[in-house]
């Protein structure tokens, strides 16, 4: 039987020979919990046979070694404007409402069954994997076994490595397993650990698989926003006119008003929309991801529900305004600003300051996301300077002064 699992996951006994022996012993000590999970020891000793580590992946934790950021994690190293353009918008919608129509009684069913619309999860589809074009480069076993080895995060993948073997003995090809850096999997990006939690076999030919059919992959990602508190019959997010007297300080999750109270503070919903009296008792944020600068939004609970599928406000940006215009909406009505983005280690040298001074309380991870700016912004209130919660090298000058 083992001998069959090797030729399966396509290793030969050289591959064995040239592991490295502490990292297979670390792999080694990972068998009890596999046993547990029920794998099987072929299959374990045919998933660990030959796995080298990959020390090129991002978000590792090597002594001596600098930390790199993650390659082409573009939601966390371009402005708003590089990350949501207009040209990808344009061809993501074509071609979404194209499958739109193509998978509408799937697509029917979904929202009917977990309250999710139909657009919404074609959106997430088209971000994850350009609606399964986008060849994921790594094989999910390796990743999976390096970021439980030696990743900042390496209980959390131990756990995904030993799920990885169990979907491959439940009867996933071994050429599926491939993903992300971060070991997400298929064609809406899922953890293994996810998939069995929340997988659905939405075709009904008695397995789930998020890697070959549409209806299983839109399904299981329109479960895990469900299980995540979506709220059907609601929008992700309203684009409004912020007044001048906007304070962008108090953009942050924590601070909510229904939208009729936001309404009265001075901000007008774009393009004229009308709100309906259920839509005004919604509670909700403010978003300003360039600060002051650039559009403004009122997110109520599913924007943030959408921030659970990928941890960054510009995914959900994209995700949810892809989702609009696959349902024939336009541009946002205030364009994205020609802001520069700081280097990373700069961003990181303005959240150390601002958690010195006692304003930030969040990670230096190098992201000017919503809690970053709103402290900024605190801090230029406080030192009587220009409040636009941006993050600029004349701010950073003045914290280093």
């Not at 001596?64 to 344009?90: C, H, I, K, N, W």
């Not at 756990?159 to 090809?173: C, H, N, R, S, V």
């Not at 064609?187 to 659905?200: A, D, I, R």
């Not at 890697?211 to 995540?228: E, I, M, N, T």
Request: glycine share 8%.
């Amino acid at each position: 039987m083992r001998y069959v699992l090797v030729i399966l996951l396509g290793l030969t006994f050289a591959d064995a020979a040239r592991a490295d022996p502490t990292f297979s012993a670390f792999l080694e000590t990972l068998w009890p919990r596999a046993q547990q999970m029920g794998v099987s020891r072929a299959m374990f000793d045919a998933g660990i046979r030959g796995l080298e580590p990959d020390l090129t992946l991002p978000d590792l934790d090597i002594p001596g070694r600098p930390a790199s950021p993650p390659p082409g994690q573009a939601e966390f190293v371009q402005t708003p404007g590089q990350y949501l353009r207009e040209s990808s918008f344009d061809r993501l919608a074509s071609r979404g409402r194209d499958l739109g129509q193509q998978h509408r009684a799937t697509l029917a069913r979904i929202e009917k069954e977990f309250g999710v619309p139909g657009n919404v999860v074609l959106a997430i589809w088209a971000r994850e994997t350009d609606y399964g074009s986008y060849k994921l480069p790594h094989d999910a076993l390796r990743v999976l076994a390096t970021q439980a080895y030696v990743g900042k995060r390496a209980a959390l993948f131990q756990t995904e490595f030993l799920y990885a073997l169990k979907m491959i003995q439940d009867g996933t090809p071994r050429a599926d397993m491939r993903s992300s850096w971060g070991g997400a999997l298929g064609m809406t990006q899922f953890l293994p650990s996810e998939f069995y939690k929340l997988g659905v076999d939405f075709d009904g030919d008695g397995r789930a698989d998020i890697f070959r059919s549409v209806p299983d992959a839109l399904a299981s990602a329109a479960k895990q926003l469900q299980s995540k508190g979506w709220q059907s019959g609601e929008r992700w997010a309203y684009e409004v006119r912020a007044p001048q007297s906007a304070d962008c300080s108090i953009g942050t999750p924590d601070v909510t008003m229904t939208i009729g109270e936001w309404l009265k503070r001075g901000f007008v919903p774009a393009k004229g929309r009308k709100l309906s009296p259920k839509e005004l008792t919604l509670r909700a944020s403010l978003l300003q991801p360039e600060g002051s600068y650039g559009p403004a939004f009122l997110t109520p609970k599913n924007y943030f529900v959408i921030k659970e599928y990928n941890f960054s406000d510009l995914y959900v940006l994209f995700v949810g305004h892809l989702a609009d215009r696959i349902a024939g909406a336009t541009t946002f009505e205030t364009p994205w600003s020609k802001s520069d983005q700081l280097k990373t280690k700069d961003v990181e040298a303005m959240q150390q300051r601002l958690i010195e001074l006692g304003i930030y309380k969040d990670k230096i991870d190098g992201k000017a996301g919503m809690l970053t700016r709103a402290a900024l912004g605190k801090y230029q209130k406080a030192n009587g300077l220009k409040v636009d919660c941006w993050p600029t090298a004349a701010v950073l000058s003045h914290m280093r002064r």
